[in-house]
């Protein structure tokens, strides 16, 4: 099956400092891949570069068949590739519906399409449904990171990108984002994970890729990476 995503010889940095190099990356339709790495591997400047916010200076990322690399941050969006940053940007002074709200900002949807993809989000997070009116800023880290995961879900994304969900929360708030991202992908919507918590992030996904340094060091079936020596190396830097 050829892939959703298609990241081919990628090197993007800031300004003159180099970042990634040489990075190619598939994702196919359906599955949840993980991207793994220690802190400052390269792993946002990725996803920043997947959804145009950095320009990258070799290769070409493909979405869906058509080549995305270069085209403006909401042109991707448009084209159904959601990016949930790290450290849940939020409008924190707004209210959790009106947060829900801007996540339909230039969409055109009728009501009753509105209600659906509410209900959704809802059906996933029922917390919130408590905390409508609340300010963003008064919820929990979890509840915040429900709140940015259902903002990006109100636009039906294809590919949802999430930059460390995990940061922060308590254990047992990780287990109910973990459950979240594979119920969404039950539902069909391809996943790009991003995170610090190896153990956990290997444990849902159907593949993953190990960054070091802005390069990638090992791919594979997560059971297969999770015995490797990209990961030791990745983590204890040797
Ligand atoms: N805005 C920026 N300007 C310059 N360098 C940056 C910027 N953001 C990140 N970097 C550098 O890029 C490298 C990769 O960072 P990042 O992609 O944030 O890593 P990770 O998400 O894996 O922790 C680091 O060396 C970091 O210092
Ligand atoms: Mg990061």
């Known amino acids: 099956m050829s892939a959703l995503l298609e990241v081919r010889t990628l090197t993007v940095g800031y300004g003159h400092v180099g970042v990634l190099e040489d990075v ?6 359906g599955t949840i891949v993980a991207l793994v790495g220690s802190n400052g591997a390269g792993k946002s400047t990725l996803l920043r570069a997947i959804s145009g916010l950095l320009k990258p200076t070799r290769g070409s990322i493909a979405f869906d068949g058509r080549p995305i690399d ?3 941050p909401n042109l991707v969006v448009d084209a159904g590739i959601l990016h949930v940053a790290e450290g849940r940007r939020l409008f924190r002074s707004q209210s959790v519906r009106h947060n829900l709200d801007l996540g339909l900002y230039g969409v055109d949807v ?10 959704y989000v809802f059906e996933l997070f029922p917390i919130l449904v408590d905390k409508l009116d609340h300010q963003a800023s008064t919820l929990s880290g979890g509840q915040q990171q429900m709140l940015a995961i259902g903002q990006a879900l109100m636009r039906r994304p294809k590919l949802l990108m999430l930059d460390e969900p995990s940061l922060g929360l308590a254990p047992i708030v990780v287990d109910q984002v973990m459950d ?3 119920k969404l992908k039950m539902a069909g919507t391809t996943i790009l994970l991003v995170e610090q918590m190896v153990e956990r992030a290997l444990e849902i996904a159907d593949h993953g890729y190990v960054l070091q340094s802005g390069r990638l060091i090992g791919q594979g079936k997560p059971a297969e990476l999770q015995q490797s020596d990209a990961i030791r190396r990745a983590y204890v830097g040797g």
């Open 70 to 72: 270069g085209a403006t």
């Open 24 to 29: 190619s990356l598939d994702i196919a339709p």
């Open 110 to 119: 009728d009501r009753d399409e509105e209600k659906a993809r509410l209900d």
């Open 180 to 182: 979240v991202i594979v």
